[in-house]
């Protein structure tokens, strides 16, 4: 008998599989797809020499991911790059708001001096402070106590769990500050009036002035294959290529590790669970999907604004009003007119994306779940409108609509690239309220996926916090 068994191969199931591996127990990952991954595969979707990645893109939680930090993964084949800007947003008048590297360059480059002084005083002391605050986000909720010290952790506390909009609003005058904080806490996929946005927007520009907004050279499968490469060091193995149906598919071992969300768990253990459990697995929310597009380019994208060009990530929607009113269309179930888009153009830092002269895009915006909406032509009429002449740079382009990124990727229900709306309530029950949440009452079965604390994005500490339940609880102490 094995000791694990890991199920599904994104950034959770590898560190889940390597933590298990690192205290050398017998470990084997099952995945469905031919290629390991999940939400860190890239692939040729478009032409001959072009390299997209298929899902995540921009790596802020890896590189500061207390678990990848202590891996040897460059060893491994991993090398990252840093642009020294996080994030650009253009406005129609053709000024654009940066959020660079430095806090300093930052707060001078905004457009109102008073919002330069607030910027500072609201995120430098927060900044001194990001490692233990990291710590207490990335850690499993409520089972420890916080590393911060009580006033820290208030005054983190009190800004974050506001809505976005509002505090934009009251906090800043200038059209800069406001859309960036907008921009950034768009990418909870929550209405900018919900708690608690303002803290994915706050974290995010903690990340950008500490670690930057990072990205592996040559495509995010390179993180997925260091990690591979290094569990396969420790002993582990890797079936690609099988459905886990049922837990008939899976060979017996002392426990099985799922990087899934709660509705596939439903349909593989059927009614092994308690009624109580299942019913909260079924109660679970998932939210809006998203409609992504790549692009094969004859040239970088022809921004009026060249400031767009220092940064990787680019928002394009203007100000945060439109992208408050595009993440509220997405909610009553609607496509907004001028949907907010996240765009990135890694290949302007990264040559070996595309053949010599070419580059890629890559950008999505929201959508509501499930939608087969074909949302080409608003993408392209959005970014035109700050990249005129852009249109004309396509060589070739391949979109997924949310039904098909399901297809893809089972565990994107609907369209939902989190795992589930990661709202107040959801931050914290996740998939269910409980002191482990990565335990579920069958012995020795545990969920590992970003269904669980923390959540989504590549930073894997949702399977390395299910990986250390699964040997507390289940696996013999001998081989630690
Ligand atoms: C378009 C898009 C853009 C994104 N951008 C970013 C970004 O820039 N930065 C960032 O940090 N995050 C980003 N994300 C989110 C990030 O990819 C996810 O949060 C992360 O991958 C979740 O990791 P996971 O391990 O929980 O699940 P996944 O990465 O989804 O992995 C689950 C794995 O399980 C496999 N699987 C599913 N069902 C079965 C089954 N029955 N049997 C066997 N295997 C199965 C799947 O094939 C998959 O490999 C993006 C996601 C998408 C889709």
Known sequence: MLDAVVVGSGPNGLAAAIV??????????????????GGMRSASLTLPGFVHDVCSSVHPLALASPFFQKLPLEKFGLSWVKPDAALANPFDDGSCAVLYNSLEETARSLDRISDSRKYSELFLPKLKNFQPLLHDVLGPVGTRLPTLNPVQLISFALNSVKPVHSFA??????????ALLGGLAAHSMLRLEDR??????????????????PFPRGGSQS????????????????????????????????VKLFDLTPRQLLKIFGSAFPANYSKSLRSYRYGPGVFKLDYALDSPIPWKSSECLKASTVHVCGDLDEIALSEQTVWEGKIAARPFVIVTQN???????APEGKHTAWAYCHIPSGSGADLTERIENQIERFAPGFKSCVLARHSFTAIELEKYNANYVGGDINGGVQDLWQTFARPVLGLSPY???????YICSSSTPPGGGVHGMCGFHAAIAAIKNDLPSSRR
Do not use: C
């Open 20 to 37: 298990l591996a690192q205290s050398n127990f017998d470990t084997t990952i099952y995945e469905s797809s031919e290629k390991i991954g």
């Open 169 to 178: 609003k009251n906090e800043f005058q200038g059209k800069d500050a406001r």
């Open 196 to 213: 608690p946005t303002m803290a994915f927007a706050m974290i995010f520009v903690l990340l950008a002035h500490s670690v930057g907004w």
């Open 223 to 254: 993180i997925a294959d260091s990690l591979g490469r290094y569990f396969e060091s420790l002993g582990g193995k890797m079936v690609t290529g099988l459905e886990v149906k049922s837990l008939d598919d899976l060979p017996r071992s002392r």
């Open 347 to 353: 290949s302007l830092f990264d040559s070996s994306r």
């Open 439 to 445: 335990k579920t009452p069958l012995k020795g079965i």
